[in-house]
Antibody, heavy 118, light 110 residues
Framework: QVQLQESGPGLVKPSETLSLTCTVSGGSVSSGSYYWSWIRQPPGKGLEWIGYVYYTGSTKYNPSLKSRVTISVDTSKNQFSLKLSSATAADTAVYYC??????????WGQGILVTVSS | QSALTQPASVSGSPGQSITISCSGTSSDVGGNNYVSWYQQHPGKAPQLMIYEVTNRPSGVSHRFSGSKSGNTASLTISGLQVEDEADYYCSSYTSGSTFVFGGGTKLTVL
């Protein structure tokens, strides 16, 4: 059973870069069958897709976030990561990492709350 | 890309059936068969309930079913149970190779 676990700072200062890592167990990020995604959910609001990475390093991002987002994969550590630059209070959210299979995020991490505040 | 349109809330009594709609465009819902539905209980991560419009992952109850007509997809829950009370989100793959979610629907089981 694949499991995903988000990690990183729970508090980020405005204008700084939000950085999170997702560690995958029970499966391999090097599998060519899956893409690896980041999705976020502001408190009390709906889900927003951020982007995904393939094991080759190929990426796709939400057009509304594209200028600030970088998603990368580290196959040696079986991890993938999210960097969101120039953070503002609007980036405060629960961030989820997920595995994507047949164009559907099927396994999700438990989520990590990141607050952007000074 | 704009969020898919879902009703903010629906309700039903135990044993009844309800349907949640998800409206998009020909660039997302209407343009492919990659529509998914998620159930989210408070404080929990979303759980995949339907993928590729009509398919149920292993372990998901047969009471959950999906369909699509044109630019609108639907999730039907039959034989409502108290534990079905949750938020439900649809998502769709898009012509730009991205994903878009619906705004979410709160299901209340009366």
């Amino acid at each position: 059973q694949v499991q995903l676990q988000e990690s990183g700072p729970g508090l980020v200062k405005p204008s700084e870069t939000l950085s999170l890592t997702c560690t995958v167990s029970g499966g391999s990020v090097s599998s060519g069958s899956y893409y690896w995604s980041w999705i976020r959910q502001p408190p009390g609001k709906g889900l927003e897709w951020i982007g995904y990475v393939y094991y080759t390093g190929s990426t796709k991002y939400n057009p509304s976030l594209k200028s600030r987002v970088t998603i990368s994969v580290d196959t040696s550590k079986n991890q993938f990561s999210l960097k969101l630059s120039s953070a503002t209070a609007a980036d405060t959210a629960v961030y989820y990492c997920a595995r994507e299979f047949t164009r559907s995020p099927d396994y999700w991490g438990q989520g990590i709350l990141v607050t952007v505040s000074s | 890309q704009s969020a898919l349109t879902q009703p903010a809330s629906v309700s039903g009594s135990p044993g009844q059936s309800i349907t949640i709609s998800c409206s998009g465009t020909s660039s997302d819902v209407g343009g492919n068969n990659y529509v998914s539905w998620y159930q989210q209980h408070p404080g929990k991560a979303p759980q995949l309930m339907i993928y590729e419009v009509t398919n149920r992952p292993s372990g998901v109850s047969h009471r959950f079913s999906g369909s699509k007509s044109g630019n609108t997809a639907s999730l039907t829950i039959s034989g409502l149970q108290v534990e079905d009370e949750a938020d439900y989100y649809c998502s769709s793959y898009t012509s730009g190779s991205t994903f878009v979610f619906g705004g979410g629907t709160k299901l209340t089981v009366l």
